[in-house]
């Protein structure tokens, strides 16, 4: 059985072969003077979401034989650091090195249900619950031992998996206070945590181990995993979303091609298994040939789209109303524009791959899925199978950036398994594939408007933006999963997923007393599913553009202006860290900087962006020279974490802002390759510095998806300050005509 019951949580070291032998005092020296008792201090405050939902220090931690201590995280190791974040909170809880502490991610029935990883939650959820967990912990591994050696807590000493008895050389280790029984302690506040004065770990820049294997190009992925015997599959698809299966000739496959061991047809669902990956390469190319299809649902051409949105959408939904923004009245003029983002696809660099067995009790799958207990759900549903008779392991996959085709293969893959049985079948999705049946970031519309007071301040401001839903992940609803569409009986998701995503920071978080937004949901004709950071970036790119717009016709810097509309202090230390990072950067003829500010979601992170850019005077084209970034986090865990994060989101938001766009005709989306669908390139990446403003009494925020949003708008404002021409639409482009010649020759310095 794959879940672990109650009773194996508690047993779990006896089942690892350790064998109680009683209570004995060890007569030994540490070797070490002794180690002061880290101070603590109370915490009182509201428990973390998951924790709340596995309250058991069980759940989160396990005492291991020889002393060390095994952490169980429900998150997805995507790149993150969170493997490495989770060690150090975990160690400095305990009290013990950080080799002491190993951590296991993301697998079903192991490690405690914490859905998708995503949000850049991960630090604010798992990270905390496993501080509260080893703190509690902690404490309770001090009271065990005091009532075994009848000695007040405050004389015992905890270090390295052995609790010391002060001033004497004598200890217990963790296994003889637990004599084979896991911790069974619930969480509960008051819980007292290190005092961060005396951190060894959380807070300091301690690199990702894994990062060299990956950099040397060493198995890493799991597209890297390989089991005795593995068979390989490929999936056959459709000509379009609604297309369904007419007819399928396989009679002369196997005469064309060898190792062909089963073809599967579930209604419209058609796959090949071979014996090696090749020959299932070869396999789906003869079946595409011998299938024939439905028509699809036509599309709109790329060049229509937003009127097509416009078209669509349902009546608008007013999300904010403050103050009264129809009735103000203003002697001075209203400011209006609209922007626009095209759809844009995840581009991971490795295509979708999962394996799957079936050992005829239980389905086993490896996915790269950002939420496998979802995923697990869905598959029970599509299968009609009891959830604990799935089992996902989390495998790290090469590129992720929201909901992917992760989930797409698991579910191909799952399929396979249960129809050629007691082999793990292995399949790998093509480029073609992966970029045609990619869940897309959805395209958006965004219109503003504004008035100026006399003074030149934002008196009213009004949002509109079209939206189709953000979020499709997979779930108890099994046609949130595509192969269980095209079944006999094909699933139909039952809902739009989530569509707030669509108008998050839409509003500004500037001071301004009338603020109205509204949202157009609209059901949009590609597939669409979370890509990093929502619908932030396009609202981030519009709303930051907009108040550089704003600041001109104010006769304001862009940057003062921003701050005039400023209370919160956090968010204007991060502007005048920027300013200064930049102050001293020399302009060329040709040159811009441009700024951007947000704070997530309006309630997390801070981030100030700017972007250095050069427009080329033969040709128009843009390239980013460097981009600066200050944020705050609150409580920094692991500095170098934040920085790889930051380095790593400013670089992708400069390919969406340049470059990506998802392009379809009437028939078939068409940026099916890496020519078709560029990205940036190594030799265009720009230089990246980056300031960590350390908040250690403020709550840990994440920062995963928080410097993409207002690298798009600083790239945008740089472009203006280049050459004197806004960017509405993504990716930039400017015309020859557009850019004014006294701004392409001007020179600043």
Not at 17 to 39: P, R
Not at 198 to 206: F, Q, T
Not at 272 to 289: G, H, N, S
Request: net charge neutral; with cysteine.
């Amino acid at each position: 059985m794959i879940n672990l019951s109650s009773e194996s949580r508690r047993r779990f070291l006896k089942d690892l072969g350790y064998v109680s032998i009683g209570f004995t005092l060890l007569s030994s020296c540490l070797g070490e003077e002794d180690q002061m008792i880290a101070e603590r201090v109370p915490y009182n405050n509201s428990l973390p979401g998951s924790i709340r939902r596995e309250s058991n220090v069980n759940a989160w931690l396990q005492v291991l034989e020889d002393g060390r201590i095994r952490v169980l995280s429900g998150k997805v190791e995507l790149g993150q650091g969170i493997r490495i974040a989770i060690r150090q909170v975990a160690a400095e809880e305990l009290d013990m090195d950080l080799d002491k502490v190993e951590i296991h991610l993301a697998e079903t029935g192991v490690t405690p249900n914490e859905g998708y990883t995503g949000a850049s939650a991960s630090i604010q959820n798992s990270a905390m619950s496993i501080r509260y967990a080893a703190a509690t912990a902690r404490m309770e591994l001090l009271e065990l031992a005091s009532k075994k050696l009848n000695i007040v807590v405050d004389e015992l000493l905890l270090y390295n998996g052995r609790v010391k008895v002060r001033g004497r050389n004598k200890y217990l280790t963790f296994n003889q206070i637990l004599e084979g029984v896991q911790l069974e302690k619930e969480v509960t506040t008051p819980i007292r945590l290190k005092k961060k004065t005396e951190y060894r770990y959380v807070g300091k820049a301690i690199p990702r181990p894994d990062i060299e294997k990956m950099v040397q190009g060493e198995a890493a992925y799991i597209h890297d995993l390989r089991f005795p015997d593995m068979v390989h599959a490929r999936v056959v698809r459709p000509t379009g979303y609604q297309s369904k299966l007419v007819k399928i000739d396989t009679s002369g496959l196997k005469g064309e091609v060898s190792g062909v061991l089963k073809i599967v047809v579930k209604g419209s669902f058609v796959g090949v298994i071979a014996m090696r990956e090749y020959q299932a390469v070869k396999a789906e190319k003869y079946l595409k040939r011998h299938t024939d299809w439905t028509v699809s649902v036509r599309l709109p051409e790329t060049k229509n789209l937003f009127k097509h949105i416009k078209d669509i959408a349902k009546k608008p939904e007013t999300i904010r109303n403050d103050g009264d923004f129809d009735t103000a009245t203003l002697n001075t003029q209203t400011i209006k524009s609209t922007f626009t983002k095209p759809y844009v696809m995840h581009g991971s660099m490795g295509p979708a791959c999962a394996i799957a067995l079936f050992d005829g009790e239980v389905l086993h799958v490896w996915s790269h899925s950002q939420g496998i207990y979802p995923l697990r759900e869905a598959l029970a549903s599509m299968l009609e199978m009891d959830s604990d008779k799935i089992h996902i392991i989390s495998v790290p996959g090469a590129g992720c950036y929201g909901h992917s085709t992760a989930d797409d293969a698991a579910t191909d893959a799952a399929l396979l398994a249960m129809d050629y049985q007691k082999k793990h079948i292995r399949v790998l999705w093509s480029r073609h594939d992966e970029q045609s049946w990619d869940p897309y970031g959805p395209a958006m519309i965004i219109e503003l408007e504004a008035k100026l007071d006399t003074n030149g301040r934002i008196d009213s401001w009004k949002s509109e933006v079209w939206t189709d839903s953000h979020s499709t992940r997979p779930n108890s609803d099994a046609g949130t999963i595509l192969a269980a569409r095209y079944l006999e009986k094909p699933f139909e998701m039952k809902s739009r997923g989530f569509l707030a995503g669509g108008h998050r920071n839409a509003d500004p978080y500037y001071r301004i007393p009338n603020i109205k937004l509204k949202a157009h949901y609209y059901d949009g004709p590609l597939r669409v599913s979370s890509l990093r950071s929502l619908g932030s970036f396009a609202n981030i790119f519009a709303v930051e553009s907009f108040m550089d717009e704003l600041a001109q016709k104010a006769g304001k810097d862009p940057m003062e202006f921003r701050l005039e509309h400023l209370d919160d202090q956090r968010a204007i230390t991060v502007i005048k860290k920027v300013m200064e990072l930049t102050a001293s950067q020399k302009i060329n003829a040709g040159e811009g900087i441009g700024f951007a500010f947000m704070r997530y979601k309006n309630t997390d992170a801070y981030a100030a962006v700017a972007a250095h850019v050069l427009v080329a005077k033969e040709n128009n084209e843009v390239r980013v020279l460097k981009l600066w970034a200050a944020i705050d986090v609150g409580e920094v865990i692991n500095q170098d974490g934040i920085i790889n994060q930051l380095e790593g989101g400013m670089i992708q938001a400069a390919s969406w802002a340049l470059k990506e766009k998802v392009t379809f005709n009437t028939y078939e989306v068409t940026s099916t390759d890496w020519v078709k669908y560029p990205i940036l390139r190594f030799s265009e990446i720009p230089e990246v510095e980056v300031a960590v403003i350390h908040r250690p009494n403020e709550p840990v925020s994440g920062a995963g998806e928080v410097p993409l949003p207002p690298t798009g708008a600083a790239i945008s404002n740089a472009i203006f300050s280049a050459c004197g021409t806004r960017v509405y639409s993504l990716p930039a482009r400017i015309k020859k005509n557009e850019m004014p010649l006294e701004n392409r020759q001007r020179k600043n310095n």
